[in-house]
């Protein structure tokens, strides 16, 4: 007898440990991409200061001498990562509202799957597609040089991260306690009024973590910049101008560095940046959203 | 039961004999060592022959590294290299420091290396001078009119500053200087290509292998690029290819040798997308 219990003991203790293994694993990746990130991105800084990396206005990185501007790379990225946030927000928000609050039970049965499958869409794909299809269909619209720019990018990205914003704002919406609802309608408030001033401020944190994590998923995307943003290293003056921003920068050179060369630490140090701001953008996320959490789970 | 452990057993002797079987051959193959480096042009030619070379010489091993052409010749110089790659001919300095070495640096040309400038086909223009793609790539002429096309803005298409093409582009056509900052840098020849083909107003250029009917290609200092033009060096943007050896070479260098210049060597070339010399 007990020496079934010691041996059913000893199982329990095993998978514990083993599951325990297998969730620290991840944290054990974080932490070697860290140290990584740094080991490798911060000997750039023996070959320039930090604030002529930060700031300077030209990437040359193969030029002799090479210069190590990133200020056009960075420029990029937060132009056509706020471009694209203007294409998914109001996309992102009005699906989630829709899907939530007006739709049918019918029309929910598919308007949710459907969502889920533009996010299931490999990027490479949205890559081609703006390549082949809407970068040229822009360039005749609008009579430009080229399709390849900062507009072109913010539209395929926008579209990309609808999925994402859609269905973190729709969880932030069901979280939303009925009785709120009910006592808006007992009140007198019609569906527009309930929706717009009970509703929406209720889930408030929560949406804005949606756009946090919408802001976050787009700022890293590689592929599908890589393939329509252009590509041209110079400080963004209009969306209609072709840009290279901080991921494409690494996906296009990273192969052609020789290993140990300043430029092969620029691209890290650049690797760096963006993962520190991703980090950034996710941190505020979770306190938003643990905060979101609270508020309600307290007003119950 | 019993099966299983026979297996066990059966693997772990298997992996055993394994690991004997190439630490015996490491061994074996340390004399027929073999180093090779610079260009990162090169470096592909150079890889792939090595990998097929192996294979059928399994005595010789070889390591292939890039760095550039400068660190080729300087590390055959150092002796720590046996073939160094190079995208251009040794420089004046070069030759000193060997001579000074008492060495001897005996070039021996792999492959032609031509880079076509290629446009929309709907451009008017047919053929530029030297000067006019330097002016036009760092930006002193931005409109087709300047270069008696019609009045459209020049829309410059480069390679990633890091390959190899660009650097022979930066070298042949505009002597060292700086492509204009806002050229759109596109990761591969074949992207290069399908840029211009979609642009009325680009310019671009790719290898030889990448020419199709969708792009149209033009005369450089009024000479065609075609291979014939290329392998007689009168195409301005066309180089050889080197690989520089120190002295006469012999033994498994001049074996490996013998095989890039051979047949097979030379397809390697092609399918790299440079021009084999036959």
């Known amino acids: 007898m007990t020496y079934r219990k010691d041996r059913r003991n000893f199982r329990e203790n095993l998978y514990r440990q083993l599951f325990a293994i297998l969730s620290f694993a991840s944290l054990a990746f974080l932490l070697g991409i860290t140290l990584t990130l740094f080991r490798e991105g911060l000997p750039i800084f023996q070959h320039v200061s930090l604030p002529s990396f930060l700031f300077g206005k030209y990437w040359y990185p193969t030029h002799e001498p090479p210069e190590f501007g990133v200020l056009p790379l960075i420029l990029a990225s937060a132009m056509v990562t706020s471009g694209a946030m203007l294409v998914c927000i109001p996309l992102g928000l009005g699906t989630a509202l829709y899907i939530n609050e007006l739709a049918g039970e019918k029309q929910r049965a598919v308007l949710k799957p459907l969502v889920e499958i533009l996010a299931s869409i490999p990027s490479v794909v949205y890559g081609f597609f703006g390549m082949a299809i809407f970068a040229p269909f822009l360039q005749n619209l609008l009579h430009l040089p080229t399709g390849l720019c900062a507009l072109t990018a913010s539209i395929i990205l926008g579209v990309m991260a609808v999925p994402c914003v859609c269905s973190i704002a729709e969880d932030a919406l069901s979280f939303v306690p009925r009785s709120f609802r009910e006592a808006s309608y007992a009140l007198g408030a019609n569906r527009w009024q309930t929706l717009v001033k009970v509703v929406v401020p209720a889930a408030g944190s929560g949406i804005f973590t949606a756009f946090l994590m919408g802001t976050g998923r787009v700022i890293g995307e590689t592929m599908t910049v890589l393939m329509v943003a252009g590509g041209a290293a110079v400080i963004p003056r209009s969306f209609l101008q072709p840009v290279r921003p901080m991921s494409a920068a690494i996906a296009a050179e990273m192969g052609e560095a020789p290993v140990g060369s300043s430029h092969y630490h620029a691209l890290f140090a650049i690797g760096l940046i963006l993962f520190l701001i991703t980090l950034g953008f996710s941190i505020l996320a979770e306190l938003l959203s643990r905060k979101f959490r609270a508020k309600l789970g307290g007003s119950l | ?278």
């Not at chain 2, 192996?54 to 091993?61: A, D, G, I, R, S």
């Not at chain 2, 002796?79 to 030759?95: L, M, P, Q």
Request: hydrophobic share 45%; net charge positive.
């Open chain 2, 1 to 278: 039961m019993k099966k299983h452990t026979f297996w066990k057993a059966a693997a772990v002797l298997l992996t055993a004999a394994g690991i004997l079987f190439t630490a015996a051959t490491t061994v074996a193959s340390a004399e027929g060592k073999l180093v090779i480096q610079g260009s990162t042009t090169v470096l592909p030619i150079a890889q792939k022959a090595a990998e097929i070379f192996m294979k059928k010489n399994p005595h010789v091993n070889i390591t292939v590294r890039g760095g550039g052409s400068g660190i080729g010749i300087t590390s055959l110089l150092d002796g720590t290299c046996d073939i160094a790659n190079s995208s251009r001919a040794v420089k004046i300095t070069e030759i000193q420091k060997a001579q000074a070495k008492g060495l001897d640096l005996k070039p021996h040309v792999i492959a032609k290396d031509g880079i076509a400038v290629i446009v929309h086909p709907g451009n008017r223009v047919s053929g530029l001078n030297r000067k006019q793609i330097a002016d036009i790539y760092t930006g002193k002429i931005n409109s087709w009119s300047q270069v008696g096309g019609e009045n459209i803005k020049i829309v410059v298409v480069s390679r990633d500053s890091a390959s190899g093409t660009f650097e022979a582009f930066g070298e042949l056509a505009l002597g060292g200087a700086k492509v204009r900052p806002d050229a759109l840098l596109q990761a591969s020849n074949q992207a290069v290509a399908s840029v211009v083909a979609r642009t009325p107003g680009a310019i671009g250029y790719v290898g030889l292998g990448y020419l199709s009917d969708a792009v149209k290609a033009i005369t450089v200092d009024g000479v065609e690029v075609t291979q014939a033009n290329v392998l007689s060096g009168k195409y301005p943007l066309s180089r050889p290819l080197f690989m520089y050896t120190s002295g006469t070479p012999s033994g498994d260098v001049k074996n490996f040798l013998d095989f890039v210049m051979g047949i097979e060597g030379q397809k390697i070339v092609r399918e790299e997308g440079f021009i084999p010399l036959k």
